[in-house]
């Protein structure tokens, strides 16, 4: 029995590129780290989010930030966002929340 593994980030790689794992990855939002974020911010999913937040704005913590879609999206809404992510990570990690926020010019840090 062979064992097969691959870290998060190789995974997500994986999905990424293999044509018959495409809608999860546009699903899950796993696409480069910008156009991730402003798939996500558009999304169903934040409006939900988005209902549960106050309606004065003010400073945000996203901890465990993964690639910043949240950030990203609390950012465009007017949010101060602080986004902390350990894995350091280009694709899924803190490097591509740095991508997406320099980018944008997203009020992350």
């Keep these: 029995m062979s064992s097969f593994k ?3 980030e190789e995974a997500v790689k994986l999905c990424m590129t293999d044509p018959t794992m495409a809608e999860l990855a546009s699903n899950a939002y796993f696409l480069p780290p910008v156009e991730a974020a402003k798939e996500y911010s558009s999304s169903a999913e934040y409006s ?3 209902r ?3 309606a ?3 400073r945000a913590l996203d901890l465990g930030a993964g690639n910043g879609i949240l950030s990203y999206a609390l950012a465009c809404d007017g949010w101060a966002v602080t ?3 350990p894995d350091p990570s280009e694709l899924i990690g803190a490097g591509a929340i740095r991508t997406m926020a320099k980018e944008t010019q997203s ?3």
Excluded: C, F
């Design 107 to 109: 009020n992350i840090r």
């Design 48 to 50: 939900e989010v988005r």
């Design 83 to 85: 986004a902390v992510e």
């Design 56 to 58: 004065t704005k003010g």
């Design 6 to 8: 691959l870290s998060w």
């Design 52 to 54: 549960m937040l106050p």
